[in-house]
């Protein structure tokens, strides 16, 4: 089996922070709705799998122009997982991801809606998690519980991790 080998992370501290900045980047391109619910209070109701992030709506925005900046960002999101010396099966999936989830989002009115469904960017993040627990990075990164993107306010509080 071949693996890319570049790796720019040299322990475990190092690893934690890229990890960290892949997790942050899928979540803001496929989950980070959440920061339009203070003003509109109404997508605090949506289930998890209906939330988008700035893929969808920089696709939305800019029709076709804005699909080709998502899949540069996925894009970068890949260069980052491959730093952890990915095998080529598991990159060529990622990128069948990100090809699938680009055609999608170019679809008139109807892409959009699908491009919220397919969360390319987080599923490329399952399949780094699940090449991390499998490589000597396994007991070095701490993979955080799936819904475990930001702090969330307190039941009493308006401030964040108050």
């Known amino acids: 089996m071949f693996t890319f080998h570049l790796s720019i992370a040299k322990n475990p501290i190092e690893a934690q922070h890229l990890y960290n900045h892949i997790r942050t980047v ?40 804005g699909d080709a900046i998502g899949m540069l960002l996925a894009f970068y999101q890949l260069f980052l997982s491959m730093l952890f010396g990915l095998p080529l099966n598991v990159i060529a999936i990622m990128v069948s991801y990100i090809l699938v989830d680009t055609f999608i989002g170019i679809i008139p009115f109807v892409g959009e809606f699908l491009d919220v469904a397919f969360k390319a960017n987080l599923y490329n993040l399952r399949l780094l998690e699940k090449e991390l627990k499998r490589s000597k990075w396994a007991t070095a990164v701490i993979i955080p519980q799936y819904t475990d993107w930001i702090p969330r306010p307190k039941k009493n509080s308006k401030k964040f991790g108050a």
């Open 26 to 65: 899928a979540f803001l391109l496929d989950a980070s709705s959440e920061w339009l619910i203070p003003t509109f209070p109404s997508l605090g109701s949506l289930p998890s799998e209906l939330q988008f992030g700035l893929d969808s709506v920089i696709g939305a925005v800019l029709p076709g122009f």
